[in-house]
């Protein structure tokens, strides 16, 4: 059996098990809709005509992982912690769940996600659109978890480690978030959208970094590390970052031309827009906007490529960082086919371009989004 089968056989049974505790008729269907993009190790990508809930199902929401999960024995499970620390330990999840619970609704986004689109193309996961969901995540604020092991002053950077382990001379998926962020929104979560935080989302504890970009969020956690420096490695000097000024494809950038990725761009997708319409008759078009900042201020649409734009509304559900569904009732004005565009403007006031920026390693993606509709007389 090659490599990748068993890797695609051991995934679906780990992705089956929460499925068959929920018992929801439609959880099956829903895991069989979603867009494989390789077999190993697992990623997958939601139909962007699936994301129309406020709170994305955990059977639909997207998969990265660059290695297999070696899921921890919930029973041996700890979480060591170390480092510029006064009190360094493990504490079991039973001990960590007595602490005060935390939750935020947000979202969560592949750096990568839209990567399939930049042209000219770049290699990695060939990424389109549903690399992202917006999910209620519960846990406790890492916060409570530092000042009970007594965080030194020097530290800055919360080193973080997850169980998977690459195979041979691979690089192991090591990183840091700088502490300030951890310290100000990040959660340690065990539970996602009321249920116990799946395997393939990093059971039996992973990190929340509301507003910043998948690469932060560790998954099955084992070990955290307040340090003065950075983490060392290739997924932090070399992948995750952004060139502070992008150049032409083709050119190289030293990693001191380049930042770590954090904040998400400003983004908007429809996810509902009718194949075919009638001149003169409303329709409905709906999607969704989030950003790095916590919230949307407008997402407009255009029928004209962006010459003429008309506001959607707004849906009242939101929370810090999560992404705000919004509706817009669309009156075709002519036959033939027309192109819609949508462009969301966030709460710091960042518009969506027409254009992403080209970047060496395909991230942030956030061009306006532009569908086809058949209009008739
Ligand atoms: N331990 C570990 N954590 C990880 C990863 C990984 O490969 N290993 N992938 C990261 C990346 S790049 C992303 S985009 C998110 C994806 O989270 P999800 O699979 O729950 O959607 O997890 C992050 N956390
Ligand atoms: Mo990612």
């Not at 018992?23 to 997958?44: C, D, F, I, T």
């Not at 930049?118 to 996961?125: F, K």
């Not at 403007?345 to 060496?360: F, H, I, K, L």
Request: aromatic letters at 10%; glycine letters at 8%.
């Amino acid at each position: 059996m090659p490599f990748d089968e068993i890797d695609r056989r051991r995934f679906l049974l780990l992705a089956a098990a929460p499925l068959l505790v929920a018992q929801k008729a439609v959880a099956p269907r829903a895991r069989e809709s979603m867009l494989q993009m390789n077999g190993y190790a697992v990623n997958a990508e939601t139909p962007l005509a699936l994301l129309t809930e406020y709170v994305t199902p955990n059977e639909l929401f997207f998969v990265r992982s660059h290695w297999i999960p070696r899921t921890p024995n919930p029973k041996k499970w700890r979480l060591t912690i170390d480092g510029e620390v006064d009190r360094s330990g493990d504490i079991t999840l039973s001990e960590l769940k007595k602490l005060p619970h935390a939750e935020a609704t947000c979202v969560l986004q592949c750096a990568g996600n839209g990567r399939g689109l930049y042209s000219p193309p770049l290699p990695g996961v060939q990424w389109r659109y549903g690399a992202v969901g917006n999910s209620r995540w519960t846990g406790v604020r890492v916060r409570d978890v530092l000042e009970h092991a007594g965080v030194k002053p020097s530290a800055k950077h919360l080193h973080v480690f997850g169980s998977d382990d690459p195979p041979g001379k691979v690089p192991p998926f090591h990183r840091s978030v700088e502490l300030e962020k951890v310290l100000a929104d990040g959660i340690l979560a065990f539970a996602m959208n009321g249920e116990p935080l799946p395997v393939a989302h990093g059971a039996p504890l992973r990190l929340i970094v509301p507003g910043w970009a998948g690469d932060h969020w560790m998954k099955w956690l084992v070990r955290l590390s307040p340090q003065a420096e950075a983490q060392k490695g290739f997924y932090m000097e070399t992948a995750y970052r952004y060139p502070l000024t992008p150049g032409a494809p083709g050119v190289a950038f030293k990693p001191e031309e380049m930042a770590p990725v954090t904040e998400l761009f400003v983004k908007s997708n429809i996810t509902t827009a009718p194949a075919k319409a009638r001149a003169k008759h409303a329709c409905e078009i709906r999607g969704f906007a989030f950003s790095g900042a916590p919230d949307i201020a407008k997402v407009e649409i255009s029928d004209d490529d962006g010459a003429t734009w008309q506001e959607t509304s707004l849906d009242p559900r939101h929370d810090p960082y999560a992404w705000r569904l919004w509706s817009h009732h669309w009156t075709p004005s002519r036959s033939g086919t027309v192109r819609l565009c949508a462009r969301a403007t966030d709460s710091r006031g960042n518009v969506q371009p027409r254009e992403a920026t080209w970047n060496q390693s395909g991230y942030l993606q956030n061009s306006w989004h532009f569908v086809d509709v058949e209009v008739t007389a």
